[in-house]
T-cell receptor, first 114, second 116 residues
Framework: EPEVTQTPSHQVTQMGQEVILRCVPI?????FYWYRQILGQKVEFLVS????????KSEIFDDQFSVERPDGSNFTLKIRSTKLEDSAMYFC????????????FGPGTRLLVL | GENVEQHPSTLSVQEGDSAVIKCTYS??????FPWYKQELGKGPQLIID?????GEKKDQRIAVTLNKTAKHFSLHITETQPEDSAVYFC???????????????FGKGTHLIIQP
C-alpha cells in the first residue's frame, strides 16, 4: 500500500540555523500539507499546497517558513532561522482531490532546536 | 476560524467495554469530520470519517455520529481491545475556506487506555 514518507526521522539543530524537512507524498496525489505537533499537544495545520503554490496557510506559517516542490516527487518545508519553539514533530500529508477527502499522514520528523 | 473541542482528555475503560469520545466544532460551514488514531512515535492514521450529508457511519467496531444542528460528533468503539490503546484525534474541515486544499483543525486528543 502506498504511503507518505518523510526524512529525516529526527533532526537536531542549533537555534538560528536553517533546516529542510523532506516529504515524498503518495505518487498520484495532488494536494500536500504540513502540520506540526508540539510534544503533548494537538496537531496544528501549517500550510497546504496545490498546483505549485500555497493554497492555505495558518497564522503559525510566518515568513520564516517556506514550502517547495522541487521536483516531481519531493515536497519540502524550510525553516529559515530556527527558534527554540520550533521544536516539534512535523507531519507531511497528502491526498488526491483535496477537500473532503482523507489526508494520509507520514510518520513525521522530530525536530529539536537547541 | 474553526475551533474543535474534544473530551475527555483521558479515557480508561475495561477491555471489552465501549469507549465514547466527543467533539464539538464552531464553524457551521465545516462538513468533513475525520477521526485519527496516533500510536506512540507514529503519524496520525485515519480510522473513520463522516461527511455532513450523513448522520452516522459504522465500520466493524467503530462508529461515528454527527449532529449538525448541535455541531458535535462522537466516536464510538465497542468491544475494546488492548490494541485500541492510543491517542485519538477528531478533526474538522471546511473545503470552501482554502481553495480546495483544506487544512484540518484538530481537537486536543484523547488518550484511550484499555485496561486488561
Amino acid at each position: 500500500e502506498p504511503e507518505v514518507t518523510q526524512t529525516p526521522s529526527h533532526q537536531v539543530t542549533q537555534m538560528g540555523q536553517e533546516v529542510i524537512l523532506r516529504c515524498v507524498p503518495i505518487s498520484n496525489h495532488l494536494y500536500f500539507y504540513w502540520y506540526r505537533q508540539i510534544l503533548g499537544q494537538k496537531v496544528e495545520f501549517l500550510v497546504s499546497f496545490y498546483n505549485n503554490e500555497i493554497s492555505e496557510k495558518s497564522e503559525i506559517f510566518d515568513d520564516q517558513f517556506s514550502v517547495e516542490r522541487p521536483d516531481g516527487s519531493n515536497f519540502t518545508l524550510k525553516i529559515r532561522s530556527t527558534k527554540l519553539e520550533d521544536s516539534a514533530m512535523y507531519f507531511c500529508a497528502s491526498n488526491e482531490w483535496g477537500g473532503r477527502e482523507t489526508q494520509y499522514f507520514g510518520p513525521g520528523t522530530r525536530l529539536l532546536v537547541l | 476560524g474553526e475551533n474543535v473541542e474534544q473530551h475527555p482528555s483521558t479515557l480508561s475503560v475495561q477491555e471489552g467495554d465501549s469507549a465514547v469520545i466527543k467533539c464539538t466544532y464552531s464553524d457551521s460551514a465545516s462538513n468533513y469530520f475525520p477521526w485519527y488514531k496516533q500510536e506512540l512515535g507514529k503519524g496520525p492514521q485515519l480510522i473513520i470519517d463522516i461527511r455532513s450529508n450523513v448522520g452516522e457511519k459504522k465500520d466493524q467496531r467503530i462508529a461515528v455520529t454527527l449532529n449538525k444542528t448541535a455541531k458535535h460528533f462522537s466516536l464510538h468503539i465497542t468491544e475494546t481491545q488492548p490494541e485500541d490503546s492510543a491517542v485519538y484525534f477528531c478533526a474538522a474541515s471546511n473545503p470552501y475556506s482554502g481553495g480546495g486544499a483544506d487544512g484540518l483543525t484538530f481537537g486536543k486528543g484523547t488518550h484511550l487506555i484499555i485496561q486488561p
